[in-house]
C-alpha cells in the first residue's frame, strides 16, 4: 500500500479532507482525513466510494478529430492544439473576440480556472466565459454583493455547531451535503432548533423541529414577512443597523409592501399560519441564528432576490460576524468558489474585481501585462448558448462539464452547439452527450491525478493533489489552456510550469493594490479576498500547503469568520438592505401542463454520472430516473408507480419511473438531475427546464418548470 496522499473530496462544495492510498493491486482506498481543517474527518457515502470511480474505462485518453466522415479519429496533441488555436485565431479576425467564448466548470481546479479567465479576458478580449457554476449559485453571488459589496461567505462550518437555531433554506441538506449535516445533527443533539424550509418533505426535514412546506417560488414572502415582524416586535439590533448599514426603510417598506401580515404569507406560501408564526418566533428568540440556502434559493428567476431577503434578516438583527450566525450560502460544487476568486463568472474580472469598474480593469491589466482586457461583461451560461444559436458566437470550448445535460431547454443547447463552427471539449471521460457535439476531443486529468487548489463553502482553500498517474496522453486543463495560448502569439502570458506557478500569481494578484480592509480611506479596489499570505509560497511550501480560509494574513493564517467588525466591503464600510420584490414563478401552471417540475439531486449520484455512475455501490441506493408524484396527481394523470410515464413540458419530454414517497406535495413533482442519453433514452431532465433565469443573477430558474405526466 503506497503511503497516504492528503487530497479533498471532488464533489459538493463541503470539501472534506481525504487520504488517498494505492494498493499492491492498484486499488484506490480513500478514508476521512481528521488532520483536515474541516476537523470531522469524515465522509459520505459518495465520498467513501471515490476508489470505485477512478478506473479508465470509458475514459478519453488520447487527443480526437472529427473527420469529413464525421467520425471522431485519434490524432496528435501538437495538431489537436493547432486546430484549436487556428479556429479561435480565423474567428476572432473574421468576427471580432466576442465571436469566441469559454464555457467551464466548478470542477476545475483554481489554477486552470485563471489562466482560462486570464486568456479570455485579458488575451482573447472577450468576457464570455461562463460556467456551469452559474447554473448553481450565481444568485448567491448576486446577493452576497449588492448586501455586502463583495462575494464573500461570511461565516464557517463551526457556526452551525454553535448555533442555537438553524434555518435550512432549498437545502436537502441530509443528501447534498452529508457531513455537513451530520455537525447540524450534532448541534441539534446540544439543544439547537432545526426549521426546514423546502415544498418536499426530504431526509433533511426528518429531523427538523419545524418543516415549511412553501409553494415553490414563495420564499421572498416568507422572508419579507419575517423581516416586518421582527421590525414590528422590536427584535432590532437598532445600534448596528445605524452604524452599519444603510437602506433599512426602504427594504421594510417593500416587505411591509406584500408580506406584511403574517395571514396574507401564510396563504401566498401554501403553508399554516401557526408555522409562519413558529417560525418568525423562533427566529426573533435566538439571537444565534444561522439561515444556511442552497439551490432551492438561487434556482429561481427571483433567485437573488430571495438571497437578499433572507440576509437582510440578519442585518436587521445584527446576526452576523459573531459565532453560530449568520448567512450561509453552501456551494454545490467542490470549487465553485474557487472559480469565483478567479474570475470564472461573466460579468467578473479575476481576484473579485469588476469587469464595469474601469480601475479594477486598470489593475487586473497592469498586473498582467495583457494586450488587452475585455470591456464589458460577457454572456451568462444560458444567453451564450442563445448567441451560439443565433450565430453570434461561432466558437466555444467546453472544458469538464456537459450543458446538453445540466443547461435548461437542453435540446435547444444541443442546436447551439450544431450551430458553431468549432466546439472543442476538454474532458475525463470520451462518450457524453455534449462531446456528441463535438469537432475536438482533448483529453484531461481527472481527480487523483490532478494537482491544484479548491475552495470549499467556508473559503477554505484546499489541496487536490495527485496519487494516481497520468493516463494514456491526459494532460492538466492548466497545461492544455496555456498551450492553446502560446500558439494564438500569447507565450508572454502563459509562461508557467507548474500549477504553484499559477497560484502564486493569482495570490500576487489578489494582493496586487489590496488594502487591508479597514478604515483609512478605502480606495475602489480594496476588497476582503486577499492572500498575500500565499503569494510567495515555494514549490515545497505550495506541495505541502495546509487548509486555510481566505482571507490569508502575511504569516499564512487565515480568517475564520468575517465582519468581526461590521465593516463590510462597499465603499462607505457600510452594509445594506436590500428592497426585494415578492414575484411568482415566470411561468404558471394551466390546464395544459398543471404540474410543478422541481429538479434536484438524489443522495448517490453526482452531476451527470460520469464518475459516480461507475459505482456499483451508489447504484444500489437508487438505480434508475424517476419521477415523484403525490399518489393523487398519478391518479388524475393515468400513471401507476412502478410504471414508466412520459414528463411533458413546453421545451421538452422524458421518460421516467413513476414513484411516491418522495415528499412532494399535490401539485408538484420532483425528478433528479443525474440521468442522461448515455445512461438511458430520454432521461435528461434538463431538455424539459424552462430556461427562464433571474434577471440578475441570470441564473436559470430549475424549480419551477410547468409540466404534464402522461402514460408513457
Ligand atoms: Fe465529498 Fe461532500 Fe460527501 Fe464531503 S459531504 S465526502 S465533500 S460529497
Not at 417598506?253 to 404569507?265: L, R
Amino acid at each position: 500500500m503506497s503511503t497516504p496522499v492528503a487530497t479533498t473530496c471532488p464533489y459538493c462544495g463541503v470539501g472534506c479532507g481525504v487520504l488517498a492510498r494505492v494498493g499492491e493491486d492498484g486499488a484506490v482506498h480513500v478514508a476521512g482525513d481528521s488532520s483536515h481543517d474541516s476537523k470531522v474527518g469524515r465522509l459520505c457515502v459518495k465520498g467513501a466510494a471515490l476508489g470505485e470511480t477512478v478506473d479508465l474505462q470509458g475514459r478519453l485518453l488520447h487527443p480526437k478529430m472529427r473527420g469529413e466522415n464525421g467520425a471522431f479519429h485519434r490524432t496528435s496533441w501538437d495538431e489537436a492544439l493547432d486546430r484549436v488555436a487556428q479556429g479561435f485565431r480565423r474567428i476572432v479576425e473574421q468576427h471580432g473576440s466576442d465571436a469566441v467564448a469559454l464555457y467551464v466548470s466548478g470542477q476545475l481546479l483554481t489554477e486552470d480556472y485563471y489562466v482560462a479567465n486570464k486568456l479570455a479576458k485579458g488575451y482573447l478580449g472577450t468576457a464570455n466565459i461562463d460556467t456551469n457554476s452559474r447554473l448553481c449559485m450565481s444568485s448567491a453571488v448576486a446577493g452576497h454583493k449588492r448586501a455586502f459589496g463583495e462575494d464573500v461567505v461570511p461565516g464557517c462550518y463551526e457556526d452551525l455547531e454553535q448555533a442555537e437555531l438553524v434555518v435550512l433554506v432549498g437545502s436537502n441538506t441530509a443528501w447534498c451535503h452529508p457531513v455537513l449535516f451530520q455537525r447540524i445533527a450534532q448541534a441539534k443533539e446540544q439543544g439547537a432548533k432545526l426549521v426546514v424550509i423546502d415544498p418536499r418533505f426530504t431526509a433533511t426535514c426528518e429531523s427538523a423541529h419545524l418543516h415549511l412546506p412553501i409553494k415553490p417560488g414563495t420564499d421572498v414572502w416568507l422572508f419579507n414577512g419575517l423581516l416586518v415582524f421582527l421590525f414590528q416586535h422590536g427584535v432590532m439590533d437598532a445600534e448596528f443597523v445605524d452604524a452599519h448599514t444603510e437602506d433599512l426603510n426602504a427594504a421594510l417598506a417593500a416587505a411591509a409592501a406584500d408580506a406584511g401580515d403574517p395571514a396574507h404569507v401564510a396563504r401566498i406560501c401554501g403553508v399554516q399560519q401557526a408555522d409562519v408564526l413558529a417560525f418568525y418566533r423562533l427566529f426573533a428568540r435566538h439571537r444565534r441564528t444561522v439561515c444556511l440556502f442552497s439551490q432551492g434559493v438561487n434556482q429561481s428567476s427571483s433567485g437573488t432576490d430571495k438571497v437578499n431577503s433572507i440576509i437582510n434578516c440578519h442585518l436587521l438583527t445584527g446576526r452576523i460576524g459573531a459565532p453560530g450566525m449568520g448567512p450561509f450560502s453552501i456551494t454545490g460544487q467542490p470549487n465553485a468558489m474557487g472559480g469565483r476568486e478567479v474570475g470564472g463568472l461573466a460579468n467578473m474580472l479575476a481576484a473579485h474585481m469588476e469587469l464595469h469598474e474601469p480601475v479594477h480593469r486598470e489593475i487586473v491589466q497592469t498586473f498582467w501585462s495583457s494586450p488587452r482586457i475585455a470591456s464589458r461583461p460577457g454572456l451568462k451560461a444560458v444567453a451564450l448558448f442563445d448567441a451560439m444559436l443565433e450565430g453570434r458566437v461561432k466558437a466555444v470550448w467546453i472544458i469538464g462539464t456537459n450543458p446538453v445535460v445540466s443547461l435548461p431547454d437542453a435540446d435547444r443547447a444541443k442546436r447551439a452547439l450544431d450551430a458553431c463552427e468549432l466546439v472543442v471539449c476538454s474532458d475525463i471521460i470520451e462518450r457524453t452527450d455534449t462531446n456528441a457535439h463535438a469537432h475536438v476531443l482533448l483529453p484531461a486529468l481527472g481527480w487523483g491525478e490532478k494537482d491544484g487548489t479548491v475552495t470549499n463553502s467556508e473559503r477554505r482553500i484546499s489541496r487536490q493533489r495527485p496519487f494516481l498517474p497520468a493516463p494514456g496522453e491526459a494532460r492538466a486543463d492548466w497545461r492544455i489552456i496555456c498551450d492553446v495560448a502560446r500558439r494564438l502569439g500569447f507565450a508572454q502570458g502563459f509562461a508557467f510550469d507548474s500549477p504553484r506557478d499559477i497560484f502564486v500569481e493569482h495570490a500576487r494578484l489578489t494582493a496586487f493594490r489590496n488594502h487591508t480592509p479597514g478604515r483609512d480611506g478605502q480606495p475602489a479596489a480594496t476588497r476582503l479576498l486577499n492572500l498575500r499570505g500565499l503569494a510567495s509560497l515555494n514549490h515545497q511550501e505550495y506541495d505541502a500547503m495546509r487548509p486555510v480560509q481566505w482571507p490569508v494574513h502575511d504569516d499564512g493564517t487565515g480568517t475564520q469568520r468575517l465582519f468581526t467588525d461590521h465593516h463590510f466591503a462597499h465603499a462607505d464600510g457600510r452594509a445594506r438592505l436590500i428592497a426585494t420584490t415578492a414575484r411568482l414563478p415566470v411561468h404558471g401552471t394551466d390546464r395544459e401542463y398543471p404540474l410543478v417540475l422541481n429538479t434536484g439531486r438524489v443522495r448517490d449520484q453526482w452531476h451527470t454520472m460520469t464518475r459516480t455512475g461507475k459505482s456499483p455501490r451508489l447504484a444500489g441506493h437508487i438505480s434508475e430516473p424517476y419521477v415523484d408524484m403525490h399518489p393523487h396527481d398519478a391518479l388524475r394523470s393515468g400513471v401507476r408507480e412502478g410504471e414508466l410515464a412520459r414528463v411533458q413540458s413546453s421545451w421538452g419530454a422524458m421518460v421516467a419511473r413513476v414513484r411516491h414517497g418522495g415528499g412532494v406535495l399535490p401539485g408538484n413533482v420532483f425528478v433528479p438531475i443525474h440521468w442522461n442519453d448515455q445512461f438511458a433514452s430520454d432521461a435528461r431532465v434538463g431538455g424539459l427546464v424552462n430556461p427562464v433565469v433571474d434577471p440578475v443573477s441570470g441564473e436559470p430558474e430549475f424549480k419551477h418548470t410547468p409540466v404534464r405526466v402522461e402514460p408513457f
